[in-house]
């Protein structure tokens, strides 16, 4: 089973209405050895746990994550999948053990710019807002520090920014949520991104902008919007650092004209990556988990 397969498998675990027949397959193929690349066994076993949780096998799923975990001991998922653990103790009322799973995991906040998926999502989803604000906090507070005193010609230096970056827009939603306003941290973080700000890498076109160009100026496309959103994504997946910028009207205009040089203030940075539970970033304002989740999965490599 490749990891093409798991990747249909996840998407099935998502859709189907009953993911039993998914969940046997994934575990037969766990238990014979069936699993092309064996980096790949703890993804195979976290679906079977999520197909698990989904028919409310509570003691299945919680043995299958634990299982995922152990295969992922020191891999490039591990931390991947200890927070999908914390998910599923949490969903299943296991709130100290699931809250005392991701104490653990929390120190990467301050570490990788993909730390807020596993350790700040599990505590969203499952009713924790006031400790998820209270954790971005303080990791944002640290990483602004680490970033400050970083050699700024560094990759140290980006990969820090990149962190504070992540944590402060994570931290504005989470207090949108909870109906707070931006506050001095909000403020200052947003500044400093500002005065570190670069070009894009990327320019990522929505749906609307993207017909118009199709419609106005066919000879600038190259591909389906479709095709543009993929891409996109599968550049995000492989390179989270990445910069992308959302395209503005004014860029639009710019382009349409021929002169990007008048496209005036860079458009906003596309939030990277997004909350399992919202609005996916391709602009469907569908669950990023009922939309380009399923068609994609990371392939980053340590």
Not at 97 to 107: H, P, S, V
Not at 171 to 190: K, S, T
Request: proline share 6%.
């Amino acid at each position: 089973m490749t990891t093409d397969d798991l990747d249909a498998y996840g998407a099935d675990v998502v859709r189907v209405r009953n993911p039993r027949p998914v969940l046997d397959e994934l575990i037969a193929a766990v238990d014979e050895d069936r699993i092309a690349d064996p980096e790949d066994v703890p993804y195979a076993l976290s679906l079977a746990a999520s197909a698990a949780a989904r028919l409310r096998d509570e003691a299945r799923a919680l043995d299958l994550s634990r299982r995922a975990v152990d295969a992922a001991r020191g891999g490039r998922e591990e931390y991947l999948v200890r927070g999908e653990y914390a998910d599923l103790l949490l969903r299943f009322g296991h709130d100290e053990e699931g809250i005392t799973t991701l104490r653990k995991l929390r120190q990467q906040l301050t570490r990788d710019p993909l730390a807020d998926g596993y350790v700040i999502e599990p505590l969203l989803e499952n009713g924790r807002e006031t400790l998820a604000q209270e954790w971005l906090t303080a990791a944002l507070e640290t990483a602004v520090d680490i970033a400050e005193r970083a050699d700024p010609d560094t990759d140290e230096a980006e990969d820090a920014w990149e962190i504070v970056d992540s944590l402060a827009s994570r931290r504005v939603r989470v207090r949108r949520g909870l109906g707070l306003q931006p506050d001095e941290a909000d403020l200052r973080a947003e500044e400093l991104l500002a005065a570190h700000d670069a070009e894009p890498d990327m320019v990522f076109w929505p749906q609307a902008a993207f017909a118009t160009l199709v419609e106005k100026a066919p000879d600038l496309v190259e591909m389906t919007w479709d095709e543009h959103r993929a891409a996109i994504e599968r550049e995000l997946q492989q390179d989270d650092q990445l910069l992308v910028e959302v395209a503005t009207p004014q860029l639009l205009e710019a382009t349409l004209a021929g002169d990007e040089t008048v496209a005036g203030e860079p458009g906003p940075a596309l939030e990277w990556p997004p909350g399992r539970n919202e609005p996916c970033w391709c602009g469907s304002q569908v669950k990023y988990k009922k939309c380009c989740l399923p068609r994609g999965r990371s392939v980053v490599e340590s």
